[in-house]
Structures are given as C-alpha cells and as structure tokens.
C-alpha cells in the first residue's frame, strides 16, 4: 500500500522490477502482479513473457506485460496515456478490451469512452512540474491541480465539462491554483 501526499512525488521499484512514479495525492495498492490505483502514476514496466501487469482503475482495467504508460484515476472517471508500446484496456460496457498504444490515450468518464492522439513526450509531464491539458473538462484539470497545490477548488457544475487546454506549472502549488 503505497501513498504520497499532495506536492510530493514518490519513486517506487516493485519486486518484478517495474518502476512506478507516483503523483501527488495518490495511492498504490499492490497485490502481486495487480494492482488497484487512486490518482496517477507513471508506469515504466520490464517485458516478460508470460507475465501480465494489471491495474485497476475506477472501472477501467489495464494490462500490460512491458510498456511505459501513465494512469489515471479520480472518482468515476479514468485515463490512460501510452509513452511507449501497448496496454489492453477494459471497461464496463465494452464487448473487448482496446489496445491503446504509443501516442494515444484512453478517456472514461461518466460511461463515456475516448481515444486521441497525442505527444508521447507529453505523458506524465507533471514529473517535470507542468500540468499539460488537451481539449480535457474542466473539471478533471481541476481535480489535478487541487491534487499538486493542496488547495481545495471547487468548479461550478455548470462549466465542468466545458474543455481547457494549456500549461499549468506545478513547482509552487498555491501559485498553480490561483
């Protein structure tokens, strides 16, 4: 069971060799080669035949057996971000799971899937100290600053789901969320 708390960023090595950054805010729990996930990590994970990595995340299931890739998961809602290689994602309401590989992301929110297209380089660029958003609710790229700034903010339900694009530093939080 594995936590880090809001601003700090925690490196993990599991026992199979995977390497796993933690977001702030978030926590791991990890049962053998499963795992349940609240927040975000980066995942960079050693291939080897015969071995499936899987995390699970507000009903999204990922699987890998070697890839670099970032999850996602806050509430009902889930993403995964793919630097490198392929995961298998699955979800309620899908006949088969997704394959989702280099450059694209995976979205589920409010029973909703989505996948586009985007810049590997870009996955978990808040191991860099920037939040990056493309075309995302509003009310997602929020939760994400709440998580780096510790500063509770609230989005009115009105303007949740309209989208933001930008670039939000993160090396000082209360900046960041003002």
């Not at 793919?82 to 298998?88: M, P, R």
């Not at 394959?99 to 989505?114: D, M, N």
């Not at 500063?151 to 000082?172: C, L, M």
Request: cysteine-free.
């Amino acid at each position: 069971d594995y936590r880090s708390t809001p601003g700090q960023v925690r490196q993990l090595v599991l026992g199979d060799g995977t390497n796993v950054t933690l977001a702030p805010a978030s926590r791991l729990v990890a049962r053998g080669n499963i795992m349940s996930l609240e927040g975000s990590a980066y995942f960079d994970v050693v291939h080897r035949v015969g071995r499936t990595l899987t995390i699970k995340a507000a009903g999204l299931t990922v699987s890998d057996i070697g890839t670099r890739f970032e999850v996602a998961s806050y509430g009902d809602s889930a993403g995964v971000k793919v630097a490198e290689g392929q995961v298998s994602v699955a979800a309620p309401g899908l006949a088969h799971p997704i394959q989702v590989t280099t450059g694209h992301a995976l979205a589920a929110e409010g029973g909703s899937i989505r996948v586009s297209s985007f810049t590997p380089q870009t996955v978990a660029a808040w191991r860099q100290g920037k939040l990056i958003f493309d075309n995302v609710p509003l009310a997602l790229a929020v939760r994400d600053v709440t998580r780096y700034s510790g500063t509770k903010i609230n989005v009115d339900p009105a303007i949740g789901s309209e989208t933001f694009s930008g670039v939000i530093a993160i090396h000082d939080g209360k900046t960041a969320a003002r």
